[in-house]
T-cell receptor, first 118, second 114 residues
């Protein structure tokens, strides 16, 4: 169990540029979540996947944001035409959804990608 | 709307003193309840969770929490705080299962003084 891995850890970009973040979940986990955390706030849900299917998107996820999980393993979160308001920590989490004995119903978080938009 | 409230933005305690961090939620049924801890620049680490059963749950690092249905609360406690406990603490709830999106409180920052 290597944990949830996020890359890059830090990203500095200029307003208007596109950025992409990657999340590698714990290997057997079938659910993957994206959250955004701004300074002084708790994480806020953005979107989540079961395998490759995107199950839900928050109203926070504007048209400039897109997330994919093409093979049900890693996921990418892309922000197009970044704005200064996009500056935040983007957190990824994963969990294993199952009704059997392996189910833990716990989301494990990565260390996050901190985005700064200048 | 479903929500989580952590009334204390910042708490300072002396090392060795006891600690209680408050958490209240708004929801019609019993949610799945979690406490996470976040050190500066890091992700979230699960301290403990409550799904059902015994309302007093034990977690890692000597933390415990008690679910009180009548008060819609899930307060976190530790009998003796260590300097290494200084961090941000988040209460979170999931309203269908632990595998659904979490709703977080705004967090309580804990400072520990000698």
């Amino acid at each position: 169990d290597t944990g949830v891995s996020q890359n890059p850890r830090h990203k500095i970009t200029k307003r208007g540029q596109n950025v992409t973040f990657r999340c590698d979940p714990i290997s057997e986990h079938n659910r993957l979540y994206w959250y955004r955390q701004t300074l002084g706030q708790g994480p806020e849900f953005l979107t989540y996947f079961q395998n490759e299917a995107q199950l839900e998107k928050s109203r926070l996820l504007s048209d400039r944001f897109s997330a994919e999980r093409p093979k049900g393993s890693f996921s990418t979160l892309e922000i197009q035409r970044t704005e200064q308001g996009d500056s935040a920590m983007y957190l990824c989490a994963s969990s294993f959804r199952d009704r059997g004995p392996k189910a833990k119903n716990i989301q494990y978080f990565g260390a996050g990608t901190r985005l700064s938009v200048l | 709307a479903q929500s989580v409230t952590q009334p204390d933005i910042h708490i300072t305690v002396s090392e060795g003193a006891s600690l209680e961090l408050r958490c209240n939620y708004s929801y019609g049924a019993t949610p799945y309840l979690f406490w996470y801890v976040q050190s500066p620049g890091q992700g979230l680490q699960l301290l403990l969770k409550y799904f059902s059963g015994d309302t007093l749950v034990q977690g890692i690092k000597g933390f415990e929490a008690e679910f009180k249905r009548s008060q819609s609360s899930f307060n976190l406690r530790k009998p003796s705080v260590h300097w290494s406990d200084a961090a941000e603490y988040f209460c979170a709830v999931a309203f269908a299962s632990g595998n659904t999106p979490l709703v977080f409180g705004k967090g309580t920052r804990l400072s520990v003084i000698a």
